[in-house]
């Protein structure tokens, strides 16, 4: 990204501006970089929007999330109950061990 910098090293009459100067030319190049990145997110936020695809995925992917979280919440009321039944058998025994 040296198009980004603001002074030509180069031209530097001593060691100690050269520094200065690609410190400088270091920060300039960040901006660019930061910038340059922004506009790449913003393009592939928008082909996002614009593709039949990525939105089919999207729903896809929502689809196998909601069934994944479906089947986990199945599982937990039958592990209920079960826990339930069991309780309910021991609660029985118990009153007829007492009677």
Do not use: G, W
Not at 3 to 26: F, Q
Not at 59 to 84: G, P, Y
């Amino acid at each position: 990204m040296a198009y980004a910098d603001i002074y030509d090293p180069k031209e530097a009459p001593n060691r100690r501006v050269k520094r200065i100067i690609e410190t400088e030319n270091k920060k300039e190049r960040q901006k660019e970089r930061v910038a340059f990145n922004d506009s790449v997110r913003k393009l592939v936020e928008e082909i996002k929007e614009k593709d039949f695809r990525y939105k089919k995925f999207i729903l896809k992917v929502q689809a196998e999330k909601d069934a994944k979280k479906q089947k986990l919440e199945d599982e937990k009321n039958i592990k209920r109950q079960e826990a339930a039944e069991k309780m309910r058998i021991y609660k029985q025994e118990l009153a007829e061990q007492i009677a």
